[in-house]
């Protein structure tokens, strides 16, 4: 059974810090890319950053210089450090696993940010 577990999420000032985990379990996690998503009322969801099997990185332009992601494959965790927060950046959010033809999202963990 795959499961992926977001936590970390909360209620933030602007300019706060927040660091979501989310631990997979079910499946050969080091050969998996790993996502975050997130997806705020009324919108769709949209990247936000990702990182493949081999430790690339990629993030949207809206987080750049702010928000990184990153992986332990011992733990089987990936990471989403966010700095600067910003109220645009209220969202629930998501972990995507994603490796060929298997897609799998965890069910997301709620970040508001006050101004």
């Known amino acids: 059974q795959v499961q992926l577990v977001e936590s970390g999420g909360g209620l933030v000032q602007a300019g706060g810090s927040l660091r979501l985990s989310c631990a997979a379990s079910?499946?050969?996690?080091?050969?998996?890319?790993m996502g975050w998503y997130r997806q705020a009322p009324g919108k769709q969801r949209e990247l936000v950053a990702t990182i493949t099997s081999a430790g690339a990185t990629n993030h949207a332009d809206s987080v750049k210089g702010r928000f990184t992601i990153s992986r332990d494959n011992a733990k089987n965790t990936v990471y989403l450090q966010m700095n600067g927060l910003k109220p645009e950046d209220t969202a629930v959010y998501y972990c995507?696993?994603?490796?060929?033809?298997?897609?799998?999202w965890g069910q997301g963990t709620q970040v508001t940010v006050s101004s």
């Open positions: 079910g499946i050969a996690f080091r050969f998996f890319s």
């Open positions: 995507n696993a994603l490796f060929a033809a298997s897609n799998y």
